[in-house]
């Protein structure tokens, strides 16, 4: 377990693998992070800190330093990823992976506005009439954007085939949003994303809200916890046309790890403290109580 930036000091050791590069000069080594694998090559006999410079020269813009990782080496003999043993030096071919670790539990659900992004998820005109308490999940959404502004939080919103499913509903505010974007894959997580985020230093935390519950808000959900992302899902601002269908969902994000919340509970998260500057704008968001409806049913 390591920082992307620390060493490894040890005795070098070698692994023998199958498919030799053999020779002098560079040997080649598969490269993997999250979804993504890259072919790539390093000199013969480099040790941990190429081999993780080389997965920052890669995936610079997927890497999170200052999460804590593990490199993985893959092992004929057990036929799966190991551990990199102390003192790794390549000395020949050879699959490479890097595995985030999860955070400190100091930190784990700690948000803090400098490190979140809200995202706004296909909250479109034509979901209106199939989507179960509508209106209810709009009515949070513009809470929540109302909260990001007042505490400069950046905001992605998606749109989900605009030219047949139209535009963001017109109640949801989208004033200063980092990025609007239309798609036709389910995530959100695409380049232009993956760029905007990349822009945000430090970024941790990604506050997630609008429809599907299980189709688009799922998938980007995965997506992102598998880039090393901490996933907060607000409850009371996603739907589904099945409450079925959102039930499940929940529980399956739930069990890998993403956060399932509440607006008001982000929000106060968010400030943290009755001192906070804001604190008393984001009163007034939450005087009244976010509408229940028939989200809390279970069908």
Request: aromatic share 8%; glycine share 8%.
């Amino acid at each position: 377990m390591a920082e992307l930036h620390s060493s490894n000091a040890a005795n070098p050791t070698t692994i023998n693998m199958t498919n030799s590069g053999g020779g002098t000069g560079h040997v080649p080594v598969l490269f993997s992070y999250s979804v993504f694998s890259r072919p790539s090559s390093v000199p013969l006999g480099s040790g941990y800190e190429v081999l993780i410079q080389k997965f920052l020269s890669i995936y610079r813009h997927q890497i999170d330093v200052h999460r804590k990782f593990v490199i993985q080496v893959f092992s004929d003999e057990w036929g799966q990823y190991v551990d990199l043993p102390k003192g790794f030096v390549v000395s020949e071919r050879c699959r490479l992976r890097l595995v985030p670790l999860q955070m400190d539990i100091a930190t784990l659900g700690n948000l803090s506005p400098a490190t979140t992004v809200f995202f706004c998820c296909d909250m479109q005109e034509r979901f209106r009439p199939a989507i179960k308490y509508f209106g209810d999940i709009i009515s949070v959404g513009q809470r929540l954007l109302q909260g990001a502004r007042l505490l400069g939080i950046p905001v992605i919103v998606s749109e989900q085939y605009p030219k047949g499913l139209g535009s963001t509903v017109q109640e949801m505010d989208l004033t200063g949003a980092k990025l609007v974007f239309p798609k036709t894959k389910f995530s959100m997580v695409l380049p232009e994303v993956e760029a905007a985020l990349a822009e945000i230093p430090g970024l941790r935390s990604v506050v997630l809200f609008g429809v599907e519950t299980h189709v688009c808000i799922q998938q980007t959900a995965l997506d992102l916890i598998g880039r090393g992302f901490e996933v907060y899902i607000v409850a009371d601002s996603t739907s589904s046309r099945s409450m079925m269908d959102r039930m499940f969902a929940l529980e399956r994000m739930a069990r890998t790890g993403i956060i399932i919340t509440t607006s008001e509970s982000i929000l106060l998260q968010l400030v943290a403290d009755k001192d906070h500057p804001k604190f008393k704008e984001i009163q007034n968001i939450i005087k009244a109580s976010a509408p229940e409806s028939g989200l809390l049913s279970k069908v």
